[in-house]
């Protein structure tokens, strides 16, 4: 938790930086947000910054989950203790009874006095067994005592973690709101005409990178076209997630109406029977190692240092994914984010 807390922490120092500069190859040059190349380069850092937020987001939420799991299963077992305990005691309870009330005579006048020796010895006998189930029963109980005193322990240690976890979804939601407002704010400074050419240079590199790459279909092939390979499952994943084209990002979403980009893999995949991980940095685990120029269409793709966004490789240089709040599910080109890998999972 307090590594989520740092790293998002770190996001928003890189981030104020990256407000007023931008990084090239020669050294720090200051970017102009009214022009649209100032915009764009900006806009990516902005970007980037909310991926990384809602990526840590979606990673707490996640061990949200598994700790309330957790509480709830450790409520469960203690109430089943504290139900084990109730009935041991009272088992032990009429044994003692049973004792006490035979207990007017040592055992030695009791054979003296009594008309029927082995109906008494056979009592002893009996009263042996039950001496034994109840010593039993007693370091059963004992244990089960200890038991449910480490279950108290843990609800307790659980309750304070989901506190903590929930202050933290907290923070981060808001530092990723925040990000999302810079954009906005950012793209309120261009003018209309300046806004139309951010959204034609952007598809514009989309075009030039699937003819780039288009070696099997012709000039007319439309953007998403689906290029050639990949498994059955696989392509039933990508044409769900194309369907899903247009609907909204919505930070934890997981559809039907809308995603955040580990979530819209992770339901295409499950259409098609493939389980994943919840979250882009562990569905980076999962399958075999893929590279840039080994994808084929279904494969997942992953970018940003630290994995914080996952999409799925259409084909011909093109990607599906849910962008961020202010795109929403889109196709784009494999290359317009720092591209980290991809793996094949079907």
């Known amino acids: 938790m307090s590594g989520l807390l740092r790293k998002a922490g770190l996001s928003v120092v890189a981030l104020a930086l990256a407000g007023a500069y931008v990084f090239t190859g020669t050294g720090v040059a200051h970017a102009d947000p009214t022009t649209v190349d100032g915009a ?3 806009l990516a850092q902005l970007e980037q910054a909310q991926s990384d937020l809602d990526a840590q987001y979606t990673a707490v939420q996640v061990k949200l989950t598994d700790s309330q799991t957790a509480l709830d299963n450790a409520r469960s077992d203690a109430q089943a203790q504290q139900a084990k ?43 042996k067994k039950a001496n034994d189930n109840t010593a039993s029963l007693l370091q059963d109980y004992q244990g089960a005592q200890a038991d449910l005193a480490d279950l108290q322990r843990s609800t307790e240690a659980q309750t304070q973690q989901i506190a903590a976890e929930q202050a933290s979804l907290g923070d981060l939601k808001k530092q990723s709101d925040d ?95 493939v389980g994943l ?15 840039l120029s080994q994808l084929a269409p279904g494969d997942l793709v992953f970018y940003y240092s630290g994995i914080s966004h ?23 080109s494999v290359t317009s984010m720092p591209f980290m890998g991809g793996r094949r999972v079907a």
């Open 85 to 127: 305990v109730a009935t041991l005691k009272i088992q032990v309870s009429q044994i003692a009874l049973q004792q006490y009330r035979s207990s007017g005579l040592d055992t030695t006048t009791q054979l003296l006095v009594t008309d029927d020796v082995q109906n008494f010895l056979n009592g002893l006998s009996t009263i």
């Open 40 to 42: 764009r380069a900006q």
């Open 179 to 273: 990000k999302v407002a810079a954009a906005q704010a950012l793209l309120d400074k261009l003018t209309t005409a300046q806004k139309a050419q951010l959204a034609a240079a952007q598809a514009a590199a989309n075009q030039q990178t699937a003819a780039a790459t288009d070696t099997s279909r012709s000039a007319s092939r439309t953007p998403i076209a689906v290029g050639p390979g990949g498994s059955a499952r696989a392509i039933a994943a990508l044409n769900f997630a194309l369907a899903q084209v247009g609907k909204s990002y919505v930070r934890g979403g997981t559809g039907p109406n809308s995603y955040d980009c580990s979530g819209l893999t992770m339901t295409a995949f499950a259409q098609a029977g």
């Open 277 to 291: 991980p919840r979250t882009s940095q562990a569905q980076f685990g999962v399958g075999t190692p893929v590279s």
């Open 310 to 332: 996952v999409g799925i490789y259409i084909g011909n240089g093109m990607i599906v994914h849910a962008a961020n709040p202010r795109s929403g599910v889109l196709t784009a």
